[in-house]
């Protein structure tokens, strides 16, 4: 629906422009009349669109306003609009450089979040202050005791941040884990497996990282920021390194040869899963993965599992 906000106006402005753009002409107490409002409370509204540009008053005993054509006031709105904003992000930079350059003695390197709102608010903070990359391990523990979609990772890979992801075995564990974690790999995400990996971790360009206070005795609930640092820098190979150890997923791992289904089949093989894991995955039976592997095996020409690997990994296929 049409709506003159982004360019400053608010909904009493919105609805005597339509209603203006249905009438053609009309005085202040006809466009009352056409959106319930009384005169006293439109008067305002019609101000603000004269101001604007977008309507213009013919006469005087009474005011009578018609609209200026949308094609010839609007673009001249929305350019000026756009030029205020180019000037805010400038300034907003400034700012930013103005802020980095001061010390941070007063800011802990590390801080404890505790508390699941605590840790949901600044995961949602971190990918919206991210600039150029996350990277992440998607291990367990979760919040809620399972793995969810993350809703905002879709909206932020449209602004152009990238995403590399990790995950574990118990990130994929059913078809709906699966399917969001497709529907992200589809916008633009870059995912791998590497089944046992535990080390979980949320890194925002390369400044900033959230981990769980322990591994040995994590806790969904607490974690740890960890802002601009060594440490930062000691996750961030920490992350590489897993990161190249990790069997591709998805997008980037469907260039040419077989069908996606028998791609990801052949990565989580190559992963180390085993096959009731697999098919759990996949949402088939045991006996499927069994002989779709056989059957992919004959046709890449080789005897095992592991040769099936090498060869896929070989013709491109992981």
Not at 19 to 40: F, N, Q, Y
Not at 94 to 115: K, Q, S
Not at 214 to 241: K, M, N, Q
């Amino acid at each position: 629906m049409f709506s003159l906000q982004p360019v400053g106006l608010g909904q009493l402005e919105n609805d005597a422009y339509l209603a203006l753009l249905d009438l053609k002409r009309a005085t202040t107490e006809g466009l009352a009349e056409s959106t319930g409002c009384s005169p006293a409370e439109l008067r305002p509204a019609i101000r603000h669109l004269l101001d604007h540009g977008l309507v213009q008053q013919i006469g005087f005993t009474p005011p009578l306003y018609a609209l200026i054509a949308p094609d010839e006031a609007l673009p001249a709105l929305i350019s000026r609009r756009r030029g205020d904003l180019a000037q805010m992000q400038m300034q907003v930079e400034e700012l930013a450089d103005r802020l980095r350059a001061r010390p941070h003695r007063g800011t802990p390197v590390v801080e404890l979040l505790e508390g699941e709102d605590a840790v949901l608010a600044a995961v949602s903070r971190l990918q919206l202050e991210a600039r150029e990359e996350i990277v992440a391990v998607d291990a367990p523990p979760y919040i809620g005791g399972q793995s969810n979609p993350n809703d905002l990772e879709l909206r932020r890979l449209q602004d152009g941040v990238a995403y590399r992801f990790v995950y574990a075995r118990e990130a994929l564990a059913s078809p709906e884990h699966m399917a969001a974690m497709h529907r992200c790999i589809d916008a633009g995400e870059q995912a791998r497996i590497l089944p046992d990996v535990t080390l979980k971790m949320f890194i925002v360009d390369r400044t900033t990282a959230m981990l769980p206070v322990s591994y040995t005795d994590p806790d969904p609930g607490v974690r740890l920021l960890v802002h601009e640092s060594a440490l930062v820098d000691a996750l961030v190979c920490c992350f590489e390194s897993l990161w190249a150890r990790a069997t591709p997923l998805g997008a980037a791992a469907t260039q040419c040869g077989p069908s996606e289904r028998d791609r990801e089949l052949l990565s989580l093989m190559a992963s180390g899963m085993k096959d009731r894991t697999i098919a759990r995955t996949l949402g088939v039976t045991e006996r499927t993965v069994g002989r779709r592997l056989t059957e992919l095996m004959a046709e890449l020409g080789v005897e095992t599992r592991f040769q099936a690997g090498v060869q896929a990994a070989h013709r491109g296929w992981l």
